[in-house]
């Protein structure tokens, strides 16, 4: 079937525009993109966006759904309907899950499961060492056959540098890509908080923003020992960002990503102890917030994701420093990003950048663009509509959002995969 969409707001983040037009899509493709077009097809349905804003589909880079093992925290059923909500057209998802997608059976039953119950497109990555332990690297040219995407071991971080260096070689000769997650694990360990006068007034366990450079500081040396093609899962701290810029000025295949949560919110929200806002890594300090927001916008930092890790009440209603940390995001992803938008820290373009192009791109996908030939995963939202988040209207299983009650701006109207309409707005 034909779609048009006339009177759009079309937000091209490969070209960096912002402009009034129309588009069309036939066969799942777009087909055309411009100010003018013709008189539609006969057969055509054609859809007024009253100048609301069309982008590519969210590229969502890290999303943890919890089959096999926790399906009471979140299905790809749930997570699908989730994302279609939030504007989110492809799940990239982590592998840790209980057990840890680290073996070509488990790789598969996940993509078939993920095929049959997620009305979104889903890529599924694997975990770098069996069991994510950190020992004994995954059997990775299987995986890929499999259809891995990249390889991590998520929040756990390789502590033997010479199985890491090994994995990140075998990955080079194969091409694989490594997502690695830059903390130093000594000084982590049980940090609830990121250290300053605020977590000791807090008598909250923390950690230096210094963990972080020196997680990143090696990845990077492993890198250029290596030539692998490395990805940094969160960059979240202003004393990383040197180290970042100098490895990629030097011509490193590096790439980093960073949270949503992490760009709006900061180290004074956890104040009131709600566990809600227990992540990992910790909430920074404002300075660190608005310098990596800053490094998001000149391009330094890439990839803008949700990190959505759901977690139930009984692992939240705990004490802060016992609770797990985590947070929901596939359907606030897109409000919360837009308070930089609404914030003047950067354009709708190069939001859309971080939030759907360059992912794609780090992942070879073909979304994330707005240009004939492109598959039509697409986004209608209105920028500016207000709205009050209640976590109970929430799709996902799991409903630990740090955003319930707080007054937002953007609201999706509608989600098209491969030009099927997957959630349209009441």
């Not at 049980?190 to 366990?205: C, E, N, Y």
């Not at 090696?218 to 020992?225: K, Q, V």
């Not at 290596?226 to 011509?251: E, F, M, S, V, W």
């Not at 192009?357 to 004939?372: D, I, K, S, V």
Request: hydrophobic letters at 45%; glycine letters at 8%.
């Amino acid at each position: 079937m034909t779609l048009t969409f006339i009177n759009a707001m079309l937000i091209d983040p490969e070209a960096g525009t912002q402009t009034s037009g129309a588009l069309q899509v036939d066969n799942g493709t777009i087909t055309y993109v411009g100010a003018t077009l013709a008189p539609p097809l006969k057969d055509a349905n054609v859809i007024d966006c009253q100048g609301k804003c069309l982008a590519p589909g969210i590229v969502d880079l890290g999303v943890k759904v919890c089959e096999p093992g926790e399906r009471h925290k979140e299905s790809y059923r749930s997570a699908g309907r989730a994302a279609a909500a939030g504007g989110v057209t492809t799940m990239v998802t982590r592998p840790d899950t209980a057990p840890a997608i680290d073996n070509p059976e488990t790789l598969e039953f996940v993509i078939r499961r993920a095929n049959e119950a997620a009305p979104v497109n889903v890529v599924a990555m694997a975990a770098l060492t069996k069991g994510r332990e950190g020992r004994e690297m995954t059997e990775i040219g299987f995986l890929m056959d499999a259809g891995a995407a990249a390889f991590t071991d998520c929040d756990r971080v390789i502590t033997d540098t010479k199985v890491f260096s090994r994995a990140l070689s075998y990955a080079r000769s194969l091409g694989a890509l490594v997502i690695a997650h830059p903390q130093e694990p000594v000084l982590s360990a049980g940090a609830a908080a990121t250290s300053g006068k605020f977590a000791s007034l807090r008598g909250l366990p923390a950690v230096s923003p210094m963990a972080e450079r020196m997680g990143l500081d090696r990845d990077i040396a492993l890198i250029e020992m290596t030539g692998a093609r490395y990805h940094a899962d969160q960059i979240t701290t202003a004393r990383a960002l040197p180290a970042l810029a100098r490895a990629k000025k030097n011509g490193l295949d590096i790439t980093a990503g960073i949270g949503v949560h992490h760009l709006t919110l900061n180290a004074l929200d956890i104040a009131d102890y709600r566990t809600f806002f227990k992540l990992k890594p910790p909430l920074r300090d404002e300075d660190d917030r608005v310098a990596v927001a800053e490094a998001v916008a000149s391009g330094l930092i890439d990839v803008i994701s949700s990190m959505h890790t759901p977690q139930d009440e009984e692992s939240k209603r705990l004490p802060f420093e016992e609770a797990a940390s985590g947070a929901i995001g596939l359907e606030t992803l897109l409000p919360a990003a837009l308070r930089l938008v609404h914030a003047g820290v950067m354009d709708l373009p190069t939001l859309w950048r971080a939030l759907s192009l360059n992912p794609a791109r780090r992942l070879g996908l073909p979304g994330g663009r707005l240009e004939a030939g492109a598959p039509a995963d697409l986004v209608l939202f209105d920028p500016h509509a207000p709205f009050v988040l209640d976590r109970a209207t929430l799709r996902s299983k799991s409903l630990n959002t740090p955003f319930d009650g707080m007054r937002m701006q953007g609201k999706v109207r509608a989600t098209y995969v491969a030009g099927k309409s997957v959630y349209e707005a009441a």
